[in-house]
Each structure stands twice: as structure tokens, then as C-alpha cells.
């Protein structure tokens, strides 16, 4: 009787392994097409902005003025504010991020562990529109009061209220990562550590973080992705206005905003306002590809070092 009952079993699974491969491979390939739909549908409608504007023009203008009656599309000051909003926001959230992750996995004890990873992970969970209305009507003002105590002008928009609140967005995001990296490292290599007199904050600066560093610097590039493609806290903290500035305290925007700025509402599309939307969306798709590929470079290089 168990010798049926094996029997079954086996053309059971010489029956459903070869269903179960095939929806796998079919997931992956619907997966990779409708990446490849995607990319073909922009730099198609790409393609038909540099039909009517030139690609250098489009690169290395400093004016963006898509509704002025000789239009202008220049991306510098669009992405002059991104990386001006990226970079405030990953210099908050990357040491608080690391640091609370370093805490949780190496010195928090279980039940700080347990009340202090989901309160930290619940700020993932406030929708950016929230966000937005903080910085608008919380943050912004203080920055703006705090600058008037010292004579210095702050805009009621600023890159610094929208990038600080960005951070804050993205804090538990690197904070998560990083920690379930750190946890990945063997527990051998931190007891062979503690065996060569090693200290505590000797063995995580010399052994731990540089076994889970990989890990690390792709929670920051996922970061940085996250906070470069943020529309509504930009919207509603920095404004839309396109000024090409480095001034943190001046109002800024950025390419994902005028993105939805160009498609909002009814839209003619054969008229370079609307298909320059297209184009800043390519644009910013090979900024990020450039991005991961670097990262990758760094991390298996760094890998093939500590290996």
C-alpha cells in the first residue's frame, strides 16, 4: 500500500515540476517584456521630443520654460534640484539610518529590538502626501523662522524643507536593509574577532560593517532611487519653480515634478510640452541605470578585496 501511495506521489511530481517551471519562466518573461514595453513606449515618444527640440539643447540648457511663448526646455535646473534635494536628503538619512540599524543589530536588547524596529519601520508607512503637508506647513516655517533670527532670507519654498523631510522618508528604508545585512554576517567571524581582543566597536568598525557593506551600499543607491523619483513632498516643500541654484534655502524643483506637471490635465500629444515629459523620464531612467551600474561595479570589486 505505501508502495502505491509512493508511486503516486512521484508521477504527482513528475506532473507539477514541469507546470511549476513553466509559470516561473513565464512570470520572468512577462516581467522582462513589460520592462522592455516600458522602455520602447518612452524613448519612442523620446524620440519624437528630439525630432522637434535638439538633444543639446534639451542637455545643456539652463532655462526651462515649457508655457512661454518661445519655449524653452533646458534640464540642467531640473536636475540641479533633484541631486540639490537628493544629497540633503541622503546626508540626514544615511548616518541615521546606518547608526540605528548598527544599534538594533549589535546592541539593542530583544525587547528594545521588538518595540523599536516597528515604530521605526511605521515611518515607511506615512503616505508622502503626509509628508508633504508637514514639510509645507511644519518644517518650512521653522526653517524660515530660524533664518530670520540670524538675518538670513529663506524662501517659503526650500530644497532644505523638502529635502529634510525626504530624509526622514527614507530613514527606515536604509535603516531596515542595513539592519537585515548586518544580521546576515556570521556570527563566527565577530566571535573570531572577540578572540583576538577585539572590542565590541572594534570588531563592528573593522569586521561587521565591512562583510555587510555590499549590502549597505545597495540600501543606499535603493535610497537614493527612492528619494530621486519623490514627486509630492517636492511639490508641496520646494515648489515648481525651475531655478538653476545650489542654495539650499531657495525654492527649487525637480524632474519627477515637472513630469507631472507636463501631464496633468488635458494634453495635446504632438506638442513638444507634453512629449518633453517623455523625455525627462528617459532622461532620468539612464541617470538611474548609470547609477546601479556604478554601484554594482563598487560592490563586486570591493567584494573580489575582502574576499
Given at each position: 500500500?505505501?508502495?502505491?501511495?509512493?508511486?503516486?506521489?512521484?508521477?504527482?511530481?513528475?506532473?507539477?515540476?514541469?507546470?511549476?517551471?513553466?509559470?516561473?519562466?513565464?512570470?520572468?518573461?512577462?516581467?522582462?517584456?513589460?520592462?522592455?514595453?516600458?522602455?520602447?513606449?518612452?524613448?519612442?515618444?523620446?524620440?519624437?521630443?528630439?525630432?522637434?527640440?535638439?538633444?543639446?539643447?534639451?542637455?545643456?540648457?539652463?532655462?526651462?520654460?515649457?508655457?512661454?511663448?518661445?519655449?524653452?526646455?533646458?534640464?540642467?535646473?531640473?536636475?540641479?534640484?533633484?541631486?540639490?534635494?537628493?544629497?540633503?536628503?541622503?546626508?540626514?538619512?544615511?548616518?541615521?539610518?546606518?547608526?540605528?540599524?548598527?544599534?538594533?543589530?549589535?546592541?539593542?536588547?530583544?525587547?528594545?529590538?521588538?518595540?523599536?524596529?516597528?515604530?521605526?519601520?511605521?515611518?515607511?508607512?506615512?503616505?508622502?502626501?503626509?509628508?508633504?503637508?508637514?514639510?509645507?506647513?511644519?518644517?518650512?516655517?521653522?526653517?524660515?523662522?530660524?533664518?530670520?533670527?540670524?538675518?538670513?532670507?529663506?524662501?517659503?519654498?526650500?530644497?532644505?524643507?523638502?529635502?529634510?523631510?525626504?530624509?526622514?522618508?527614507?530613514?527606515?528604508?536604509?535603516?531596515?536593509?542595513?539592519?537585515?545585512?548586518?544580521?546576515?554576517?556570521?556570527?563566527?567571524?565577530?566571535?573570531?574577532s572577540y578572540a583576538m581582543g577585539a572590542t565590541k566597536s572594534e570588531t563592528i568598525r573593522r569586521v561587521v560593517l565591512p562583510a555587510a557593506l555590499p549590502g549597505i551600499v545597495s540600501a543606499f543607491i535603493l535610497a537614493i532611487s527612492r528619494?530621486?523619483?519623490?514627486?509630492?513632498?517636492?511639490?508641496?516643500?520646494?515648489?515648481?519653480?525651475?531655478?538653476?541654484?545650489?542654495?539650499?534655502?531657495?525654492?527649487?524643483?525637480?524632474?519627477?515634478?515637472?513630469?507631472?506637471?507636463?501631464?496633468?490635465?488635458?494634453?495635446?500629444?504632438?506638442?513638444?510640452?507634453?512629449?518633453?515629459?517623455?523625455?525627462?523620464?528617459?532622461?532620468?531612467?539612464v541617470i538611474t541605470l548609470i547609477l546601479n551600474i556604478v554601484a554594482l561595479r563598487v560592490v563586486r570589486r570591493y567584494k573580489e578585496q575582502y574576499a
Amino acid at each position: 500500500m505505501s508502495a502505491l501511495v509512493e508511486t503516486q506521489k512521484f508521477k504527482m511530481r513528475r506532473f507539477t515540476e514541469p507546470v511549476v517551471y513553466t509559470l516561473l519562466v513565464a512570470a520572468s518573461v512577462v516581467a522582462v517584456l513589460t520592462t522592455i514595453g516600458i522602455v520602447l513606449s518612452v524613448a519612442a515618444e523620446s524620440l519624437r521630443f528630439f525630432q522637434q527640440v535638439s538633444l543639446a539643447s534639451f542637455l545643456f540648457g539652463t532655462d526651462w520654460s515649457p508655457s512661454a511663448p518661445i519655449p524653452s526646455f533646458g534640464f540642467v535646473p531640473l536636475i540641479t534640484g533633484t541631486l540639490l534635494i537628493t544629497l540633503i536628503a541622503m546626508v540626514v538619512a544615511a548616518p541615521l539610518g546606518l547608526l540605528s540599524a548598527i544599534y538594533l543589530a549589535e546592541y539593542a536588547s530583544p525587547a528594545a529590538r521588538t518595540t523599536a524596529k516597528p515604530l521605526l519601520e511605521l515611518l515607511a508607512g506615512i503616505p508622502t502626501v503626509v509628508l508633504g503637508f508637514f514639510a509645507a506647513l511644519t518644517v518650512a516655517p521653522f526653517i524660515r523662522a530660524a533664518g530670520a533670527q540670524f538675518g538670513i532670507n529663506v524662501e517659503a519654498e526650500s530644497a532644505l524643507a523638502a529635502g529634510l523631510v525626504m530624509g526622514m522618508m527614507i530613514v527606515p528604508l536604509i535603516s531596515s536593509l542595513s539592519d537585515d545585512v548586518i544580521n546576515a554576517v556570521p556570527q563566527a567571524m565577530r566571535d573570531g574577532s572577540y578572540a583576538m581582543g577585539a572590542t565590541k566597536s572594534e570588531t563592528i568598525r573593522r569586521v561587521v560593517l565591512p562583510a555587510a557593506l555590499p549590502g549597505i551600499v545597495s540600501a543606499f543607491i535603493l535610497a537614493i532611487s527612492r528619494a530621486i523619483g519623490e514627486t509630492m513632498i517636492v511639490v508641496m516643500a520646494a515648489g515648481l519653480a525651475p531655478n538653476l541654484t545650489f542654495n539650499p534655502l531657495a525654492a527649487v524643483t525637480t524632474v519627477t515634478v515637472q513630469i507631472n506637471a507636463m501631464l496633468v490635465g488635458d494634453q495635446e500629444f504632438d506638442s513638444p510640452k507634453t512629449l518633453s515629459a517623455f523625455a525627462l523620464g528617459l532622461t532620468l531612467f539612464v541617470i538611474t541605470l548609470i547609477l546601479n551600474i556604478v554601484a554594482l561595479r563598487v560592490v563586486r570589486r570591493y567584494k573580489e578585496q575582502y574576499a
